[in-house]
């Protein structure tokens, strides 16, 4: 089961506007992959409309169609060479609302593309949605994936009704943040680092075509973030490797891959590479994180009655942000601001630096492509020293 179905409703929509465009049920390599990962198929959109769809020329037969009695031949001919052409001109219309939305999306357009993994539907949106939003006002392409579906994190509610409570959640957060979301159906506190689960992750990044991966250190308190981490650096080669899932075509280059940061101190505490200032788009962090109800208000796992007593009713929507920015969740930013000050410095300059309140932190995986601190810049086009210069 796949909870963003963009693709196939695209698929089934030009099916339906053009029968028999598509000459096989589905284009080739579209059945579900494991985890229910779809591969990418936009290579396979054929251009032209189908040339059963085109209108008839003048003075060409027509085929017997609808026809009213006491219709002469010339009639009937004329009412069905309109009627090809309405179906022709609704046909092309559905074409092109599917290739626009095809362009803005999935076509090379020059701007980055970047894929970020959470183990749950609330870790992407936490560890980089302040930067997200950066680069989606840019116009970049980013996309956040919920390895897991969240469907123990709850102390109250559990299984398929938490599952769906969480996607309608960190949907209408990632919204807020203009990136888009998928989650995997993969039971939360059950996450593998599976063959199966390694084909998943690589036809993910291939499929969106990624330039920076970001996603947890394979150290950390929770087994599903930890597997993250190992899962995605077992993608983090395989996704340039052709005869590796050769249903999806592999990477021409492979992409940066970096690490969310965290608070563990072994093997080796988090090193940031790159600091981004998140300030202004704080409060629209705090409006997503704000949808992440079953979460930031009740508690999720460690929750209890006692403690959505403790936080402002549902119904008070600006108390409750008010307690969010108090919160830890709300304060985590200032702290990651504070705590990489000297790399603030080293990519805003010393003025702006001190001035920075908010900030995400990130550092390079050694395992993909290993940028220097000039290809960190264009990946991470938000700094601009005080004196012009570029670190
Ligand atoms: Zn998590």
Known sequence: MLFNTTREDRFSMLSRAMPGAFLSPSPPGFAGGEGGVREDWSSHVPNPPHPALSPAKPGERVEEGIGLAGETPNTRRASNIAISALLFLASLLAFIHFESKVTAAEKHDGKLRIIVFGAHPDDAELKAGGTAMLWAKLGHHVKFVSVTN????????KGEELAKRRLAEVKAADKQLGVEAEVLPIHDGELEPTLENRRTITR???GWKADIVIAHRPWDYHPDHRYVGVLVQDAAFMVTVPFFCPDTPALAQNPVFLYSSDGFQKPYPFRPDVVVAIDEVLERKIDALHELESQIYEGGANGSAEFVRSVPPASDAEARKAWLRRSDWGTRNAAEANRFRDQLVRWYGEERAKSVKHAEAFEVCEY????????????FPFFEKKDGTKP
Do not use: F, V, Y
């Open 368 to 379: 993909g492509r290993r940028p220097n601190a000039e290809e960190l810049g264009r990946l």
């Open 204 to 206: 993910l990044i291939r």
């Open 150 to 157: 969240g469907d123990i994190g709850h102390w109250q509610i």
